[in-house]
């Protein structure tokens, strides 16, 4: 399937969004809820596009290809908007380097300078440090999904689920959540810790506890988790 992106031509296979042909042609992007292990949700809506003779402005990760498109992702029109989003998911952020890498980066990618917004009195600053191994602090979150897609899609575990809506949205670990209950947390929960919620998150909002106490590992290796024999492949520190 041929295509155009930017003004260069783009070869795609069927069951490609115009997200992953870009991808492979070496285009990149802006997205922090698209996974390539996952299937496509279209949450964070910093991956928006521009298709010609097509109105709107489609999540270019959720968007099929089709042959003979012609499909913009970089203009000023986009990156504004694009602005606009990371400065409403840092108005719920702690000020200055201590909002997550991720974040900070798009910021200064994509010029924004400062945050009109106040921090909203609904924010949660609440930490679950129950799993043995990893932590999850809700105040990082961004309520993309991906931890949650994760443990269903690829561990099949159906541990997480998110919980409320706008503002308040926010994943949750166990069947506490269903009660209502929120503070019960991953050690209540049926995790089995195999860490796919944590490889996916985007903004450090899941942390590995030996990450957040020595820094990011030097090198990273990809392997299969032996833990329990799905045979799911992981990056491991
Ligand atoms: Fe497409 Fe998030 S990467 S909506």
């Not at 897609?149 to 541990?159: K, L, P, S």
């Not at 049926?190 to 106490?213: D, H, I, Q, R």
């Amino acid at each position: 399937m041929k295509l155009e992106i930017n003004g260069r031509p783009v070869l795609a296979s069927p069951g490609d969004t115009i997200y992953s042909a870009a991808k492979k042609a070496g285009i990149a992007i802006p997205g922090l809820c698209s996974s390539d292990d996952l299937a496509p949700f279209g949450s964070c809506r910093l991956c928006l596009c521009e298709v010609e003779g097509q109105s709107g402005l489609p999540a270019s990760c959720t968007t099929p290809v089709r042959e003979g498109m012609v499909v913009h992702t970089e203009s000023e029109r986009l990156n504004r908007l694009r602005r606009n989003i990371v400065e409403l998911y840092l108005s719920e952020q702690p000020a200055g380097d201590r909002a997550p890498e991720s974040l900070q980066w798009l910021a200064k990618s994509l010029g924004l300078r400062q945050v009109r917004y106040p921090q909203p009195s609904h924010r949660q600053d609440v930490v679950d440090r129950s799993n043995p191994f990893f932590t999850f602090d809700n105040a990082a979150c961004i309520s993309c999904a991906r931890c949650v897609r994760a443990c269903d899609e690829i561990q099949g575990t159906h541990a997480l689920t998110m919980l409320h809506r706008g503002f308040a949205s926010r994943p949750v670990a166990g069947a506490a959540s269903l009660t209502g209950e929120e503070a019960a947390g991953f050690a209540s929960s049926n995790c089995v810790s195999c860490g796919a919620c944590v490889k996916e998150c985007p903004t450090g909002a899941l942390m590995e506890k030996t990450v957040a106490e020595q820094g990011p590992p030097e090198r990273t290796v990809r392997t299969t988790c032996a833990y329990c024999g799905v045979g799911c492949a992981f990056d491991a520190g």
